[in-house]
């Protein structure tokens, strides 16, 4: 599992601005050798699984929204999630030892997906025929914020198991997510427009994310708080 990967991470942090510099160019100067290589690959993988979850979890979000302010609550949970991924990148020693925290994040994004999914009954009803409500921005740019902070410290976790004593590539890998999922959270967004049904795809991607990390929130031998039980 990724919190168990993400034990490996070096207890010492990533350091400053200019350490995790430092960090970066001699991961990627180096990127030749078999480890480096190694972890920049398996996080490129990671990255890509993970940011299409997100990018249909945000488009999701977005959706129903005039063109202009669904730009801008993407670009609100873009900035969000970044601002977010090196915050907890920096933090993660501090996270690791939090029992329960990878639980109160599903439980968030559950939370999350409830109103997604009030939102789109609303929305049928009041439409007749489209799934997707009409919401206001500040409703859609919230849900998205709340969803950040579930989605961001999930990727976290698992794209610092695979960095490991790599903390450059770690960063970069964190930065690669976010754009990643920025490019694809506006073409969701406008499929789900067009074809409101999809709407219910991006509301089941929800609850597994949220559905995943209350379940190693519960069991997961780092963090689960069944080891404050046991």
């Not at 997906?113 to 859609?140: D, L, N, P, Q, Y």
């Amino acid at each position: 599992m990724m919190i168990e990967l993400a034990s490996s991470v070096t207890s010492g942090g990533l350091g400053s601005p200019a350490e995790i510099w430092n960090h970066i160019v001699n991961d990627f100067s180096n990127i030749g050798q078999p480890a480096q290589l190694a972890a920049f690959l398996q996080v490129l993988m990671i990255d890509v699984l993970l940011a299409g979850d997100n990018a249909i979890v945000v488009g999701s979000l977005a959706a129903g929204l005039p063109a202009a302010q669904r730009r801008k609550v993407i670009a609100i949970g873009i900035g969000a999630a970044l601002v977010l991924r090196i915050i907890f990148a920096l933090a993660m020693t501090y996270l690791m030892g939090i029992i329960g925290l990878v639980l109160a994040g599903g439980l968030l994004l559950l939370w999350v997906a409830w109103k997604m999914w009030r939102e789109i009954r609303e929305g049928a009803e009041a439409e007749g025929e489209s799934s997707v409500a009409t919401k206001s921005f500040a409703a859609a740019a919230w849900s998205v914020a709340l969803a950040d902070v579930s989605m961001s410290l999930d990727n976290v976790l698992a794209v610092a198991g695979a960095a490991r004593e790599h903390p450059g590539i770690l960063m970069i890998g964190l930065i690669l997510s976010v754009a990643l999922m920025g490019l694809a959270a506006n073409v969701i967004a406008k499929v789900i427009d067009r074809y409101h049904w999809i709407a219910y795809i991006g509301l089941a991607v929800i609850i597994y994310v949220a559905g995943r990390m209350i379940y190693e929130g519960i069991v997961a031998e780092d963090v689960g708080i069944l080891q404050l039980i046991l």
